[in-house]
């Protein structure tokens, strides 16, 4: 059964930094493109983030580029977020999810990230 | 600025049929957006309905189908449940590596 189980939410302060991660299990993880969705308190899903099966290629929204990084442990099956400089729009809940055919398929549970001074 | 438009909300009555659409504000959506769909009752993970325009996701009954409508990616929904009643998302691969949501639909089964 594919799992994806996101961790590392929380409070943090606008400026600060916060580190996601998603756990994956169930599939050959290394195989698969993955990606970040966030969704604001009411709002619609929003995609930002992408990462190849082998790392080697990474894409953001212009919203998060040059704050966040996105990347992945192939050996512990394990997709990561770098978060800083948060800003206040970035509270909202993140999920990780399975890439597949140009879309995804497998969805973690979220994770809840609020900025607040 | 690349904006994906979905209708807001909309009905339908128990066993009818309803399509939603997904449109490009840059022009024709096309099976090269690789157009998808996501159903999300709120407060829940959203669900896989529909990749790479047609293709069903893994559970997703057949009553559930993507398509091109024109110059539009489609879902459409038949013989609707009450257990439909969520809000719909698409997603278009609007090249470079980038994606994009639509607004939603919200649905009601009434």
């Known amino acids: 059964e594919v799992q994806l189980v996101e961790s590392g939410g929380g409070l943090v302060q606008p400026g600060g930094s916060l580190r996601l991660s998603c756990a994956a299990s169930?599939?050959?993880?290394?195989?698969?493109?993955m990606h970040w969705v966030r969704q604001a308190p009411g709002k619609g899903l929003v995609w930002f983030s992408r990462?190849?099966?082998?790392?080697?290629?990474?894409t953001y929204a212009d919203s998060v580029k040059g704050r966040f990084t996105i990347s992945r442990d192939d050996a512990k099956n394990t997709l990561d977020l770098q978060m800083n400089s948060l800003r206040v729009e970035d509270t909202a809940v993140y999920y990780c999810?399975?890439?597949?055919?140009?879309?995804?398929?497998?969805w973690g549970q979220g994770t809840l990230v609020t900025v607040s001074p | 600025q690349t904006v994906v438009t979905q209708e807001p909300s909309f009905s339908v009555s128990p066993g009818g049929t309803v399509t939603l659409t997904c449109d490009w504000s840059?022009?024709?959506?096309?099976?090269?957006?690789?157009p998808s769909w996501y159903q999300q009752t709120p407060g829940q993970t959203p669900r896989t309905l529909i990749y790479?325009?047609?293709i069903r996701s893994s559970g997703v009954p057949d009553r559930f189908s993507g398509s091109i409508l024109g110059n539009k990616a489609a879902l459409t929904i038949t013989g609707a449940q009450a257990d439909d009643e969520s809000d719909y998302y698409c997603?278009?691969?609007?090249?470079?590596?980038?994606?994009?949501f639509g607004g939603g639909t919200r649905l009601t089964v009434l």
């Open positions: 840059s022009g024709s959506v096309s099976t090269n957006y690789y």
């Open positions: 169930g599939f050959t993880f290394s195989g698969y493109w």
């Open positions: 999810a399975r890439g597949v055919s140009w879309g995804v398929d497998y």
């Open positions: 997603m278009l691969y609007i090249g470079s590596g980038s994606w994009v």
């Open positions: 790479s325009t047609n």
């Open positions: 990462i190849n099966s082998d790392g080697s290629t990474t």
